[in-house]
């Protein structure tokens, strides 16, 4: 591997932000996630759950909630708005003022044909969902109290409103009392936060109280009452056959409920019974999605986790293993190696820092604050690309001739920055590229892709290396696809032409093409093996990949023109602590 | 009686009204007297005569002339009206030092004198400012057409034009320009909202607890049992912090000096 010297660099004060909203579109396999500073990313799902677009936040949004209606994404937030969202261009549509007050819920009916909104003076407003915007169509009945939360019935004929201490069938004849509860507060209000209707007319309600209650909506009855905390019960999601239900609460904890028969006789009706309980996060769970095959959650420890349902799969494997998005998929670090300069990217401003000499420490040279740029390099892009995809990533060879984009449609360009032409267009291939970069000295891109597939191009030559077609016929090692976070930086060594430096949260990387590529028997993390070998026997057990997992919570690697690295590290338990309070567990000898 | 009349100050209408009331009946109470003094002997008259003027039983009544009670009245009277005038003046009086009062609190509230006087001089002194050159141009020409009718006062005019339109202002002291804009949006609806949600989340009642304490939990209890977590706090040591800072920076300097 060689020798290099470290700079290790913690002071990225990197914050991520709480998930308040999530909505998963099950036909384009998209899950789009709302956080508490107003940006919306989405994931696509079907692509290794690949962070696709951001569209940054602005101090004035405020997302509650989000829905997709058929490819359109809508949201709405207590600033009374409703947001349709640009996804081509990456910025919101157009906002519509509801004038009911804040906005705390936005849902859209199975027929794709009407937005309802929960508002807080009560009114629960119907708008029709046009071409190119949405109409409002009319008002329900006003109530007394803020309308927290709405379900539509499938058929689209009736709304369940989940309001304070009580729930609201609207269309409907009944009005359900929510009971105040076992907990102690009787003077406060309960608070349904969350509510389902099903299309055998059950409503299931979640409320403040710790309680999931089954309601009868024809008979406007209490069927069953669950307590499943002593604090509130957040949120709440149905599956698509409407067999189970999950419920995310303010411990963190994420339960299950199904519709089975209790026991296994034949004659048993069925009935909601709470199987499983994960307890996948730290701080309060505010969005939940039950899609196909997992239970997506996510709240105010900034995580977004995937929990596969082992039963939908036949055996375990890397499909059905828990994943946790904590950091974003793209580059936030960028490195000046001559200079020995970071910068770095915050949602509102950039820092620059100098690194230290032999402490490490960094001197922050300039505070300044700005919107991001993409850079010149855009408005030559705009004029040749026919794309209407955005860009995520970009980047340019040393000599300054080429330039290599890529697109959320998995297409990469690359440009003749000095012609300022279209030079060539990579062959697709089916999973999006998370990280690129173009060597100094043979102008070969390299590209790593959302399903951990390398390939190497020539740039020169408009086809893939030698190198390239040998790696994709040995296949890469299942330890390596079986990573779960993406690469997010690639880089060079100038001193040696034939390492390739690439890094993801949990590994840092050096790839040497002139080592032998190793196969699916070989130990792959094989480090510490080496060093343990005597000088004679090491060569024959060399391969391509050195891996080292010394360094955690990675953000970026990049190498100095001096043969330093600089490690840019974010612990994971720097963030925790300052996350807001968590809930107060007593736990047994504490 | 007048005793009576004299003690209740409160209500001077009612009391002339009594007054005037009184000595009429006193008149004809009296007048009937010296014309009556002689048929006194009837039983209803003399009742209430002894009812009334409070005198022995068996001396005749009071020979009262009607000068007498006419000046009487009329005294009463007079004193009526002045002490109601005397009422008026003080409640005047009262008025008068209420409105005092205002007017020196309304003045303390104001800028002091000095202050005034500054900013309305002050644009006069800084006419040479070159983002204003333009504006003091416009306001020279304008001035020039009152200046030609109010030829002597020239230098005065100019002063007081510039003073009343006030391009710019000096204002010393701890003033900042803000824009309305640049403050935040939220409604009060909109605070309203996010107060109830994180009053319900966070607020009293919620049994929250901090990081640390959560951080330390999973320590005692996760496979490898450790310490509590502790935070670091920037703010400890700060003097011993700023003290090595200093002598590694001379440390410094004294290797660079023999190298270089």
Redesign the interface.
């Known amino acids: 591997m060689g020798e290099f010297k470290v700079h290790r660099v913690r002071f990225f004060d990197y914050m991520p932000t709480a998930i308040r909203a999530m909505a998963f579109n099950a036909h384009t396999e998209r899950l789009a996630l709302g956080r508490m500073d107003g940006s919306v990313e989405i994931f696509n799902f079907a692509d290794h759950y690949f962070q696709e677009k951001v569209i940054p936040g602005k101090d004035s949004r405020s997302i509650e909630a989000l829905c997709w209606v058929g490819g359109r994404l809508f949201s709405a937030g207590l600033n009374g708005e409703i947001t349709e969202y640009d996804l081509e261009n990456l910025r919101p549509k157009y906002s519509l003022e509801a004038y009911g007050g804040p906005i705390w819920t936005i849902t859209s009916n199975s027929q794709g044909a009407h937005l309802a909104i929960g508002c807080e003076d009560g009114t629960v407003k119907l708008f029709e969902v046009l071409e190119e915007s949405i109409q409002f169509e009319r008002n329900l009945d006003r109530q007394k109290g803020r309308i927290i939360s709405l379900s539509w019935h499938p058929s689209g004929t009736q709304i369940a409103a989940g309001m304070m201490d009580m729930i609201r069938v609207f269309d409907a004849v009944s009005m359900l009392l929510v009971d105040r509860g076992f907990g102690g507060s009787k003077s406060r209000e309960t608070v349904v936060w969350s509510v389902v209707f099903l299309s055998d007319c059950t409503i299931i309600s979640g409320d403040s109280a710790g309680k999931v209650q089954v309601w009868d909506g024809h008979t406007g009855t209490l069927v069953k009452t669950h307590l499943v905390t002593k604090w509130d019960v957040l949120a709440l999601s149905v599956s698509k056959d409407e067999s189970s239900v999950v419920v995310g609460t303010s411990e963190g904890t994420v339960i299950q409920f199904q519709f089975i028969a209790p026991t296994l006789q034949q004659q048993q009706d069925k009935e909601w019974v709470r199987t499983r309980t994960f307890k996948n996060h730290t701080h309060d769970v505010r969005a939940l999605a039950e899609i196909e095959t997992a239970i997506v959650s996510g709240g105010m420890d900034t995580q977004l986790v995937v929990r596969p349902l082992l039963e939908k799969f036949d055996e375990r494997s890397h499909a059905s293993a828990l994943r946790k998005i904590q950091f974003p998929h793209r580059n936030l670090v960028f490195c000046a190696k001559k200079a020995g300069l970071l910068l770095f990217q915050f949602p509102g401003q950039l820092e620059l820092w100098r690194l230290g000499e032999s402490d490490g420490h960094g001197e922050n040279l300039t505070h300044m604050d700005g919107k991001r740029e993409m850079g010149k390099y855009s408005q030559y892009h705009a004029h040749y690309c026919r794309s209407r995809q955005p860009i995520h990533l970009m980047t340019n060879s040393v000599d300054g001739k080429w330039l290599a984009t890529a697109n959320s449609d998995c297409e990469i360009h690359v440009y003749n920055v000095q012609k300022l032409k279209l030079h060539c267009i990579v062959p697709v291939y089916g999973s999006c590229p998370s990280a690129m970069g173009i060597h100094p000295t043979t102008n070969n891109l390299t590209m790593v892709h959302a399903d951990q597939q390398i390939f190497e191009y020539s740039i020169v030559e408009k086809q893939y290396t030698d190198w390239s077609r040998k790696l994709q016929k040995q296949g890469l090692h299942n330890l390596w696809l079986d990573r779960d976070t993406p690469v997010t930086h690639v880089t060079f060594n100038p001193k040696n032409p034939e390492q390739i430096l690439l890094h993801d949260m949990h590994m840092f990387c050096i790839i040497d093409q002139s080592l032998p590529l190793p196969d699916q028997k070989t130990q792959f993390y094989n480090q510490m093996t080496l060093r343990s070998l005597s000088e004679q026997e090491r060569p024959s057990h060399l391969h391509a990949f050195k891996i080292c997992k010394t360094f955690q919570d990675l953000l970026s690697v990049s190498l100095l023109d001096d043969q330093s690295l600089v490690m840019v590290e974010r612990p994971l338990l720097a963030i925790t602590s300052q996350l807001p309070a968590p809930v107060r567990q007593k736990k047994f000898a504490t | 009686m007048h005793k009576m009349l004299v003690e209740k100050e409160v209500q001077p209408h009612r009391r002339s009204g009594l007054m005037t009331y009184r000595p009429k009946m006193a008149k004809k109470l009296l007048r009937k007297s010296p014309s009556s003094s002689n048929k006194f002997n009837s039983a209803n008259m003399t009742d209430d005569f002894q009812l009334h003027l409070d005198s022995s039983d068996d001396d005749a009544p009071e020979e009262v002339t009607f000068e007498e009670s006419k000046a009487s009245a009329l005294r009463s009277m007079k004193n009526a009206l002045e002490t109601s005038k005397r009422e008026k003046d003080l409640l005047k009086e009262k008025r008068r030092k209420r409105q005092e009062l205002f007017q020196e609190q309304k003045k303390r509230r104001l800028l002091p004198a000095h202050i005034l006087e500054e900013i309305d001089t002050a644009p006069a002194k800084k006419q040479k400012l070159p983002g204003d050159q333009a504006e003091s141009n416009h306001e020279e020409a304008s001035c020039s057409w009152e200046e030609g009718r109010e030829g002597s006062k020239e230098g005065y005019e100019k002063e007081t034009k510039k003073g009343f339109k006030g391009n710019i202002r000096s204002l010393k002291g701890n003033y900042s320009v803000m824009r309305v804009a640049d403050q935040?949006?939220?409604n009060s609806?909109?605070q309203?909202?996010?107060d109830?949600i994180q009053a319900?989340?966070?607020g009293p009642?919620?049994?929250?607890?901090?990081?640390?304490?959560?951080?330390s939990?999973e320590n005692?209890?996760g496979p490898n049992k450790s310490a509590a977590m502790q935070?670091v706090n920037k703010k400890w040591g700060t003097e011993k912090k700023a003290k090595a800072e200093k002598l590694k920076k001379q440390w410094i300097q004294k290797q660079k000096v023999p190298s270089s």
């Open positions: 935040s949006s939220t609806q909109q309203t909202a996010m109830f319900r989340l966070y009642g919620s049994q929250r607890t901090t990081n640390n304490e959560l951080l939990l005692k209890r935070f």
